[in-house]
Structure formats: C-alpha cells, structure tokens
C-alpha cells in the first residue's frame, strides 16, 4: 500500500430539512454527516462502522456523488470535486464507483447482464463493439462468473451471482476507489466470505481502494487496513486495525467491540451493553453526543465538545478521558 492521499475528506456535513406547514416552511434538520474529516490512500481499505442510523452510507453516497453535501470539502487526487456539475460527475465516475447493498435493486430487471456491465463501459472510451464484448467476458470472468452468464437476466441468478455482477460493474471502468456500501449484509452467512474474499482478491491484483461501509466488525476485522467508528453523524474514532481492534480508546468502540469477543478466549471481558436508545439526528444531545449512553460519563461530557485528536501513532479519538480531547479553555488547573 502506498502512502499517498486518494482522498481527503474535511468538515463534511449532509443536513436534510424538516418541514412543516402548507408553506413547507423549515422547522429542524436532520444532521446525518456532521462534520466528518478522514483520508483515504492509494491502495487501501478503510472500514467504516457504526450502528444502523449513524449515517454511513449517507456518507458514501455524498462520496460518490450521489448527494450533494450540504458543507465541508472533498477532495480526490487533489482536486476539489465538492461541489461539481453533471458532466464532471460523469467524469469523476470513472475513478468512483459504489457497490450497492442490495444486488437486486441495483441491476435493471429488463436488462441482460451484457447489457448492464455495456452501459457502465459507456464511460469510457471503448469504440468498437468487439472490444466491449470482450471486456464484458473478461469481467465476468473476474468475478468468478461463465461468459455465457451476459445473456441472462438478473432473475436468474442467486444473491451471491448478483453481488458479483454487481462487483463486475463497479470494476468495469478501472476505478481508483470504491465505495462498499453493506456489500454482504443482504447475503447469506455461507456467501458472505466469498464475497469477501472476492473483494479482497481484487484489491491485490488491481490496486483500487475501498471504503467498506458496514455494521459486522467481523467483516471490517477481515477487509480493514484502518477503521473509522462513527456515530450519530461523526466519527469517534479511528486506528490502524489492529491497534482499534487490540485498544480501542473511545467507549463506544469498546463497546462495539465488546459485542464480538469470544467467550471462550475472553473469559474475563463481559459484554458492554449501551442503555436507551441512538438519539434523533435532528435532536443532537449537547456536548459529546454519545454521553446519553456512556457507561464512563463525566460531568464535563454534556457540556463541551470534545477535539478529535490524535492519541498514540495514527490513532485519534473524541473522548474527555483524554486530555488531548479537552479544549484547553474547558481545563481546569488541578487543585
């Protein structure tokens, strides 16, 4: 893996307004990405994690621009692509792609397999009919699929054969960077690993990148070079792998991880369970938002905001257990 930055991405926020009222007048909004900053290098897989309604895959889809953000930067190679028109959009496709996680709603009943992996060629450059044929057959090829597979209809084939036809369209275009939105949530137990594996594989031989968005840390434990842990619109934390996955410094990724220790080699460590509820992305609790659930909460906690600050080598967190995460201002002399 490289060391370079694919993508960079700083203060991101995606607000959805609620209305109220015949004249539809705003009322509250819902703040599902609030103030999001992480990179992405050449080359590697970044997990991303949290519980259902922490708002990643709104984060993925304003990735790939699937949404416009509502604040805050993205940029990819270098180049600001926050705010783009349709034609650079179709452009930056090239290079972005996104992996859906229902394979059934993401091919067109009505077309043939052929037909589905021939329109996403179309952004590209391949003039004669012979050249996409081929590239049809070698991308089915890749996903472990028969070419005789491009004239048949996506009713004819299981979750699995989806997922991969699914992965061969996001790869047709040669991405530098895809977006694995919950790729094997919709899967059963028995495929998930070879899609894993499947996804695994290909990252090696063609060196695309991944943002791997789900809410099984045994698949993130699996796929992950670094994690990023989110929760209610930010992230809480994020580490190397193995240092998230052997100290994790937030409470709520001590308790996410808490859910998948094995009994049998973790006598000693009980599982976390985390009281109520996640709050509302339009009622934001003040301070740390994850102070309504923490099993280490402190007076400070609903008060001020903690920094997201950098702990140990590549490890950075938001947690008033560190000093580094208190505002300087908001710190007491010790008496």
């Known amino acids: 893996m490289q060391n370079s930055s694919l993508l960079e991405i700083d203060n991101l926020k995606k607000f959805y307004p609620i209305t109220a009222g015949i004249f539809h007048r ?3 909004e819902i703040k599902a990405v609030d103030g999001v900053s992480f990179s992405v290098h050449n080359g ?3 997990g991303l994690v949290g519980e259902s309604g922490c708002g990643k895959s709104t984060l993925g889809r304003v990735i790939v621009k699937l949404e416009a953000p509502t604040a805050g930067s993205i940029h990819f190679q270098s180049r600001d692509i926050t705010f783009i028109d349709r034609q650079e ?17 993401s091919l067109d009943p009505r077309m043939t397999v052929g037909d589905s992996l021939e ?21 089915l090829g890749l996903v472990g699929l028969a070419s005789e597979y ?24 040669n991405p530098k960077l895809v977006v694995a939105d919950e790729p094997v949530s919709a899967l059963d137990v028995s495929i998930q690993a070879q899609i894993i594996n499947l996804l695994m594989d290909l990252k090696e031989r063609f060196g695309v ?5 789900a809410h099984d840390l045994s698949v993130i434990k699996h796929i992950s070079d670094r994690v990023a842990v989110m929760y209610l619109g930010k992230i809480m934390e994020i580490a190397p792998k193995q240092d998230l996955f052997a100290g994790p410094l937030h409470p709520y990724t001590q308790a996410l991880l808490s859910a998948i220790y094995d009994a049998r080699l973790h006598s000693d460590r009980q599982p976390i369970l985390l009281s ?14 994850f102070h309504t659930r923490c099993f280490r909460v402190m007076p400070i906690c609903p008060k ?32």
């Open 304 to 335: 001020v905001v903690p920094v997201f600050a950098e702990i140990a080598p590549g490890h950075f967190t938001a947690c008033h257990l560190y000093p580094a995460c208190t505002p300087p201002a908001e710190t007491s002399p010790t008496p």
């Open 26 to 28: 705003q009322v509250g």
């Open 119 to 139: 329109e996403a060629l179309l952004l590209v450059d391949r003039t004669t009919e012979a050249q996409k044929q081929e590239r049809i057959r070698e991308l």
């Open 276 to 289: 109520g509820d996640v709050p509302s992305a339009s009622r934001i609790p003040p301070g740390c938002r």
């Open 150 to 173: 491009a004239d048949r209809y996506p009713h004819e084939f299981s979750g699995g054969e989806k997922q991969r036809i699914g992965i061969a369209r996001a790869l047709a275009v």
């Open 44 to 46: 590697e897989t970044l």
């Open 209 to 213: 990148a991944y943002i791997v968005i």
């Open 89 to 105: 959009q179709r452009k930056i496709r090239r290079d972005i792609q996104i992996i859906f996680q229902d394979p059934q709603s």
